[in-house]
Nanobody
Framework: VQLQASGGGVVQAGASLRLSCAAS????????MGWFRQAPGKEREFVST????????YYADSVKGRFTLSRDKAENRVYLQMHSLKPEDTAVYYC??????????????????WGQGTLVTVSS
């Protein structure tokens, strides 16, 4: 599976932004796609992921209610719609995919496929 991410940019606090990630390859079984992010000097952290075939979606507490992850199965693409952005959302965002077991989907090490990072900068 190959992932191609797009979106990102520089916005002011309170603004919205949308990231997109397209997958090529097999998406059957318990395939999931989502996003992680890494701020300077910090560990890569889970943002959101969805079960490609079941539709269940999961979010980090820090983004719940502000970010929405959706999928377009026809285009093999996921979208991360981000609202009410905060300076602490500033990070490189990475699209990720794989078939992690349910108990490990928040761990970056459970994902086999990664897109290139896209930088999101939120100014105060």
């Amino acid at each position: 599976v190959q992932l191609q991410a797009s979106g990102g940019g520089v916005v002011q606090a309170g603004a919205s932004l949308r990231l997109s990630c397209a997958a090529s390859g097999r998406t059957d079984g318990r395939f999931v796609m989502g996003w992680f992010r890494q701020a300077p000097g910090k560990e890569r952290e889970f943002v959101s992921t969805l079960n490609w075939n079941g539709g269940a979606t999961y979010y980090a507490d820090s983004v719940k209610g502000r970010f929405t992850l959706s999928r377009d199965k026809a285009e093999n693409r996921v979208y991360l719609q981000m609202h009410s952005l905060k300076p602490e959302d500033t990070a490189v965002y990475y699209c990720a995919a794989g078939r992690p077991i349910l108990s490990s989907f928040r761990s970056w090490s459970a994902y086999n496929y990664w897109g290139q990072g896209t930088l999101v900068t939120v100014s105060s």
